[in-house]
């Protein structure tokens, strides 16, 4: 299993400027995930980290919006750029242990642009 | 790509037995989990199946057809704090290492 810390839980921010949000593993991994959940919707994959090269993104984002560092194993970060108010949503991070068949996700980070 | 539909939400009382669908438009997974989410809370894992077939763990249980692009998910003795959201998820045999999630399924129990 793995236990995930991510901060913050909430913030509510001005438009135009960026959030950092952090995610701390327990253990090492070697990938780590990043989703957007819209109040009510599903989980969408922003893009994926792997330590030591760039995050590979899904489509529909771009590194420039939602840049990820991911400096070791254990932990990586997402920021959310230039918001609007579109960006509302919750942000979840997320991995898999080992060969395990199993996500586990962090508490989530729930962003109000306003 | 990927496409997993499920009904958008469900009603039951409490002791019911519930069943949520999961129907499938991929390409080619591995296989199919389910995942609970409580308001306010991190997506927890339930059930996997790799294999077509039921997979039993207490009150949940989990069927697979390949052939028929469906699963589902079975909620047995419902209890209040089942009222959660649920949610299929594939990982693609084109990248084993994402997972894909449905469009998940609002499971209200009513006493």
């Known amino acids: 299993s793995a236990v995930i810390s991510q901060k913050p839980s909430r913030d509510i921010c001005q438009r135009g400027t960026s959030l950092t949000i952090q995610c701390q593993v327990d253990s090492q991994v070697t990938m780590m995930f990043w989703y957007r959940q819209q109040p009510g919707q599903s989980l969408t994959l922003i893009a994926t980290?792997?330590?030591?090269?760039?995050?590979?993104?899904e489509s529909g984002f771009v590194i420039d919006k939602f840049p990820i560092s991911r400096p070791n194993l254990t932990f990586s970060t997402l920021t959310v750029s230039n918001m609007s108010p579109e960006d509302s949503s919750i942000y979840l991070c997320?991995?898999?242990?080992?060969?395990?068949?199993?996500?586990?996700f962090g508490q989530g980070t729930r962003l109000t642009v306003v | 790509g990927q496409s997993l539909e499920q009904p958008s939400e469900v009603t039951a009382v409490e002791g019911a037995i519930v069943q949520i669908n999961c129907t499938y438009q991929t390409s080619g997974f591995y296989g199919l989990s389910w995942y609970q989410q409580h308001d306010g809370g991190a997506p927890t894992f339930l059930s996997y199946?790799?294999?077509?077939g039921l997979e039993e763990t207490g009150r949940f249980s989990s069927f697979l057809s390949r052939s028929d692009s469906y699963g589902y998910l079975l909620l047995q003795e419902l209890q209040m704090k089942d009222s959660a959201s649920y949610f299929c998820a594939v990982r693609p045999i084109y990248n084993f290492n994402k997972f894909y999630f449905g469009s998940g399924t609002k499971l209200n129990v009513k006493p």
């Open positions: 997320s991995v898999e242990a080992g060969a395990s068949t199993e996500a586990f």
């Open positions: 199946n790799g294999l077509d």
């Open positions: 980290a792997n330590q030591g090269s760039e995050a590979t993104y």
